[in-house]
Each structure stands twice: as C-alpha cells, then as structure tokens.
C-alpha cells in the first residue's frame, strides 16, 4: 500500500484525488473474520489502515458490498475516474505501475488540451502480466488471514474444475509450515 500512496501523493498536485474503498476481506480467517456487522466492519477498516499505514482517505462500503457490486465485485481493482464521471481507466488488479501509465497519459492529454491541442477519444486493451509467487501470496494469506484463510482458499479453488489436484502441492507447503491436518472436502 506505501507505494499507491506515494504515488497519489505525486499526482496530488495535479489534482488527482485518491480514496481506497475498502469492501470486504477477500481471505477472511482466524486474524480477519468476516464482517459480522457495519462496526465490525469499520473497526476492521480502520484497524486496516493502522496496520497497512494507508494515508489516502478510506471509504467504507456498505455490509452487503454495494459499491463493491456496483464496480464489478473483482478482488483487487482500480479505477480513475474524471470529475465528470467519465471512466478513464479500470483494471481488476492494483498494480501500481499501470496506474502510474495511466496517470502520466491523463496529465499529457490534460497538458494538450490546455495547449489549445484537438484530442480524439480510441479505446485500448492490454493484458499486462505480474509477478505471482504462489509462496509469497499463501505466505500471506497465513500471515494476515491466518491458517483458515489459507484453507478456505485452497477449499475454493479445489471446489473448481482441477478439484483437489489442483491445490495439492500449496496445500502440503500449508501443513507443512503449521504443521495442520488439511481440510480436504468429502469425496464423493
């Protein structure tokens, strides 16, 4: 999180306004239950932004994740939007550094238009990659979440098409690190 705050703090002077909506636990566990309640929830989120030293201003969702919803209900997206309400820029993940792309195209078109320069609207896609390290995020999920969040993660992706197999080798690097029995579903 240090690094999207410095990065709204150097375009702040651009005018660019930051805010994290913060939605629901995406890996609830032992260390983060779900919200049990709306001041359960703001408790969670402020104790979030003590933990995490997040600066930006945080705004709370609604307990069923209206707003969530409203923006498509992905775990981790971003979005920038124009003071007219205008989407100029949506991701399903917070990467910091597509962001910074982002924002440096918004203030060349903004600096253009101020020059007197005629723009012209194109749409774009692009699938960039991020690095992923399996270790690193299960390392994560036991460090924040707890053992639970880590296991209900597991359960989620072994309930898809690859079933069990498909988790195995995180699940033993899990057990392995706190030595737990695995929660494996019931098989049929």
């Not at 375009?11 to 049990?36: I, K, L, R």
């Not at 709306?38 to 932004?49: G, I, N, S, T």
């Not at 709370?60 to 124009?82: C, F, K, Q």
């Amino acid at each position: 999180m240090p690094a999207l705050d410095a990065l709204a703090a150097e375009f702040e002077p651009a005018g660019v306004s930051s805010v994290f909506v913060y939605t629901q636990e995406a890996h609830p566990g032992d260390n983060w239950p779900h919200h049990s309640g709306f001041e359960h929830k703001l408790d969670a989120a402020r104790k979030f932004v003590d933990e995490c030293s997040i600066h930006r201003p945080m705004l709370v969702d609604t307990l069923d994740g209206e707003v969530h919803r409203a923006y498509g209900a992905l775990p981790n997206m971003s979005w920038i939007i124009s003071r007219t309400g205008k989407i100029l820029y949506k991701a399903d993940w917070t990467d910091p550094r597509t962001i910074r792309q982002a924002l440096e195209q918004i203030g060349y078109e903004i600096d253009e238009k101020r020059g007197g320069a005629h723009m012209t609207s194109y749409y774009m896609e692009t699938l960039p990659q991020r690095p992923n390290s399996t270790e690193e995020f299960m390392q994560g999920l036991l460090d924040i979440g707890g053992p639970r969040s880590a296991h209900e993660f597991l359960d989620a992706i072994a309930a898809g098409p690859g079933g069990e197999q498909a988790v195995a080798q995180m699940r033993e690097w899990v057990i392995a690190r706190h030595e737990e029995k695995p929660t494996l579903p019931d098989s049929p």
